[in-house]
């Protein structure tokens, strides 16, 4: 039987290789213009695709960006070096060098998308469930594993604390100008993040 107007018509899905090439075309783009001003246009461009070819995949430039920000390099294992203190660096950090908010790349993404998350509704809730969500669990086992020890009080606000060392170093990076680096993250967690934590232990 042959397919009427009204029939929906499977359209080849765009995956593999072919995928990750729009994503990091989308990332280059977000790095160059910002979020408000990237379109589909300039992302099927850098990418050598046809702008039909993106919205096989992505109905708008939000679930495109998000996808390629999701698809950017996200902790395998959670932290486990015994203490809080060690585990909050190699979270904050990386294992090495250019890890974590060390990655300048990392940071200029994040700084590209501040104002979209104010702005779209749909960009922030899709970026939140995608993106924060994943790295907010490693988090918090970070804390559960840290109270588990011992090392945390137990009646610390694990939830504010763990927005602590994040929310202070951006702030001073983006607000301030400082240069990430692992002295400012130390200095957080040293001066601000265990005290918190540990008072009352």
């Given at each position: 039987m042959s397919p009427t107007d009204g029939d929906q018509i499977p359209r080849p899905r765009v995956e593999g290789d072919r995928e990750q090439e729009i994503l990091?075309?989308?990332l280059e783009v977000l790095g160059d213009v910002g979020y408000d001003r990237l379109t589909m246009d300039a992302v099927a461009a850098r990418a050598r695709a046809s702008k039909a070819t993106l919205y096989r995949r992505w109905t708008n430039k939000a679930r495109l960006v998000v996808d390629a920000l999701h698809s950017t390099k996200?902790?395998?294992?959670?932290?486990?070096?015994?203490?809080?203190?060690?585990?909050?660096?190699?979270?904050?950090?990386?294992?090495?060098?250019?890890?974590?908010?060390?990655?300048?790349?990392?940071?200029?993404?994040?700084?590209?998308?501040?104002?979209?998350?104010?702005?779209?509704?749909?960009?922030?809730?899709?970026?939140?469930?995608?993106?924060?969500?994943?790295?907010?669990?490693?988090s918090h086992l970070v804390w559960e594993r840290a109270r588990e020890r011992g090392e945390v009080a137990a009646d610390a606000d694990l939830d504010l604390l763990e927005t602590a060392l994040p929310g202070i170093v951006l702030h001073r990076v983006f607000v301030l100008g400082d240069e990430p680096s692992p002295e400012l993250v130390a200095r957080v967690i040293d001066q601000i993040v265990l005290p918190a934590a540990t008072r009352g232990t």
């Open positions: 990091a075309a989308t996200t902790p395998s294992e959670v932290p486990d070096t015994g203490s809080l203190r060690g585990d909050l660096e190699q979270l904050f950090c990386g294992a090495s060098p250019g890890d974590g908010l060390m990655d300048p790349a990392q940071v200029a993404l994040l700084g590209s998308v501040v104002t979209a998350i104010a702005r779209d509704a749909d960009f922030a809730t899709a970026w939140r469930e995608q993106v924060v969500s994943a790295k907010r669990a490693v």
